[in-house]
């Protein structure tokens, strides 16, 4: 698998492939009965299992495993079928002692008693504090329990074509109404040239759209889950992007990662691209020749507000079953915050890391030679400092990413408004909790 789709499956981890991870839910959800495991060492040698779909991770377990010889670790990728290898796995008892496991579906595994809770361990609630804090309040469910620990993180950015906006004269969009004004001048100038494209099938980018704009899709309290996927600030964003559907101003005909986008981005058919840290190696490894003219600012605003948004990302949590915890702790520990291991995942699988002390890292603080030699992560590091800590995914949240592609490739084909997707994905998440007799209402 090329870097490139990998990185696109990372976004799916937490969004197309929400099968059933490891989301980020900040509230503990009603039917999980895990409890604290035990944190004794085993006594002698012990061999733990790591499954995940991250390239390269076979050389950073054994970077591990040259280093701790009576802990050693076995890796197995699972990209083809990451969430049904799991699945299948649990059902069967035989699930790993880790796992990774996309934000996005960490409350829906829980439900499903899934994981256990390595609180018992010291080192494992002590490693709060050496992650970014919105990373762990996904993780942590209110601070119930530790059940996984952040690996790797999407928080979200602008990356536009210079030499296009220098060329029509346009200014850097600040905010989102600046982006749409950009938008009329370029189609306006050049009727073949969009700003961006509208990708009908890609529900999770779009969450992070709505997670940038503070539109919360669930809370939890008084013994239920209260959804509020059709709230007014995500009407607001679904209005928005409906204009500029409705204006032509944006494309609708490309699906994210296809030759058809690149294409589109080779022929300068297309001025922006709203992306995630991952992104950076997509543009790169596919349009080598546009070297030096790309570069990435802050994603607009709604406006004077500074939140921005996160599309992607995993955890690795500690799995149903798990009879080493200790020993588990101290290598997921270790593997998402150590600085040595943190540069490889970065260098092989290109990860952006969770851990505050990934941030620090040396290839995150040069300049990028195909972004003309810009200090690109100094954005995504600022993103990811305002991204809202509150935000929570659903325990069903597969469901509802399906009600919502469903109904955007309706409303972008002309059938409906996008604001009808949010309502669908409102009925879906209801409908599907009842099923599953998980308390739900819907919230204001």
């Known amino acids: 698998m090329s870097r490139t789709i990998r990185r696109i499956r990372l976004a799916t981890v937490a969004a197309t492939a929400s099968v059933a991870v490891v989301a980020g839910c900040s509230s503990p959800a009603p039917s999980d009965k895990a409890s604290a495991a035990s944190c004794t060492p085993a006594k002698g040698k012990v061999t733990l299992q790591y499954w995940n779909t991250v390239p390269g991770m076979d050389q950073v377990v054994a970077l591990w495993n040259k280093k701790h010889p009576n802990i050693r670790v076995e890796t197995k990728n699972i990209s083809n079928d990451q969430y049904g290898a799991l699945g299948n796995a649990l059902k069967a008892g035989k699930a790993p002692e880790l796992a990774q496991v996309g934000y996005d579906q960490l409350p829906s595994l829980r439900t499903q008693n899934a994981f256990v809770d390595a609180s018992a361990c010291s080192e494992a609630t002590a490693a709060e504090s050496k ?19 952040p690996q790797d993180t999407g928080p979200m950015a602008l990356y536009l074509r210079r030499d296009i906006f220098k060329k029509y004269g346009l200014a850097i969009p600040k905010t989102w109404e600046e982006y749409a004004a950009d938008a009329q001048k370029l189609h306006k100038a050049d009727p073949n040239l969009s700003m961006t494209f509208f990708d009908p099938n890609n529900a999770e980018w779009f969450n992070g759209l709505l997670w940038q704009n503070n539109a919360k899709m669930y809370s939890y309290s008084d013994d239920k889950w209260h959804v509020t996927v059709e709230s007014a600030q995500s009407r607001q964003v679904a209005e928005y992007w409906q204009k500029l559907i409705d204006d032509k101003l944006v494309r609708t005909d490309l699906a994210h990662g296809s030759t058809q986008m690149y294409t589109a981005y080779q022929k300068d058919r297309i001025a922006t691209y709203v992306g995630a840290a991952w992104g950076y190696s997509m543009f790169r490894d596919n349009l080598p020749k546009q070297a030096g003219k790309w570069a990435i600012v802050p994603m607009p605003t709604w406006g004077s507000s500074g939140a921005s948004g996160d599309w992607g990302g995993s955890t690795v949590a500690f799995m149903k079953g798990n009879k080493h915890l200790y020993e588990s702790v101290k290598f997921n520990t270790w593997l998402n915050t150590d600085p040595e291991a943190l540069a490889l995942e970065n260098k092989l699988g290109g990860l952006y890391p969770a851990a505050r ?37 659903g325990p069903t949240q597969k469901t509802v990413n399906l009600a919502l592609q469903d109904a955007m490739a309706k409303a972008a084909a002309g059938n409906g408004p996008l604001t009808d997707a949010l309502s669908a994905a409102q009925a879906a998440a209801l409908k599907s909790m009842k099923e599953q007799a998980i308390p739900a209402t819907a919230g204001k």
């Open 131 to 149: 992650f970014v804090p919105w990373t762990w309040s996904q993780t942590s469910f209110g601070g119930t329990g530790v059940f996984a620990l």
């Open 357 to 393: 002390a990934g941030l620090e890292l040396p290839a995150l603080s040069k300049g990028v030679p195909y972004y003309n030699d810009e200090k690109i992560f100094d954005v995504f590091a600022d993103s990811s400092r305002h991204i809202d800590t509150r935000f929570a995914w």
